[in-house]
Nanobody, 122 residues
Framework: QVQLVESGGGLVQAGGSLTLSCAAS????????VGWFRQAPGKEREFVAA????????DYADSVKGRFTISRDSAKNTVYLQMNSLKAEDTAVYYC???????????????WGQGTQVTVSS
C-alpha cells in the first residue's frame, strides 16, 4: 500500500506558474512509477505526465509538453509537477497516481491521491 497526498494547487493568472507536489507514505516510493492526471468539469480524466521509478524516463501529454516538467525526489518521497505558461484550459483537478508499472493510462494505476484544484484565470 502507498498513500498519496497532492498539494500546491490554487488560483493563478494565465501565463503564470504553479508547482504541484505528490507526497507518498507507506511502502518504498521508489518502487513505483508515478503519473499526473487531470479532470476538468464535464470531461474525462486525462493523462498529463508520468515518471518512471528511478526518474530516468518521463512522458508528457502533447498539450503540456514544453510547459510542464515532472520530477521526483526519492529522499523526500515526493514527485513534483512544475507547470509554467499556464493556460485557462489547464484548469482542472489534478491527481497523482502510483503503480509498479510505468504507464500513461489511468486504469493501470492502483493508487490515487485525493486531487488538488488548479484554476487558471484568463
Amino acid at each position: 500500500q502507498v498513500q498519496l497526498v497532492e498539494s500546491g494547487g490554487g488560483l493563478v493568472q494565465a501565463g503564470g506558474s504553479l508547482t504541484l507536489s505528490c507526497a507518498a507514505s507507506g511502502r518504498t516510493f521508489s518502487a513505483y512509477a508515478v503519473g499526473w492526471f487531470r479532470q476538468a468539469p464535464g470531461k474525462e480524466r486525462e493523462f498529463v505526465a508520468a515518471i518512471s521509478r528511478r526518474g530516468g524516463t518521463t512522458d508528457y501529454a502533447d498539450s503540456v509538453k514544453g510547459r510542464f516538467t515532472i520530477s521526483r525526489d526519492s529522499a523526500k518521497n515526493t514527485v513534483y509537477l512544475q507547470m509554467n505558461s499556464l493556460k485557462a484550459e489547464d484548469t482542472a483537478v489534478y491527481y497523482c497516481a502510483a503503480d509498479v508499472l510505468y504507464s500513461r493510462y489511468a486504469d493501470e494505476y492502483d493508487y490515487w491521491g485525493q486531487g488538488t484544484q488548479v484554476t487558471v484565470s484568463s
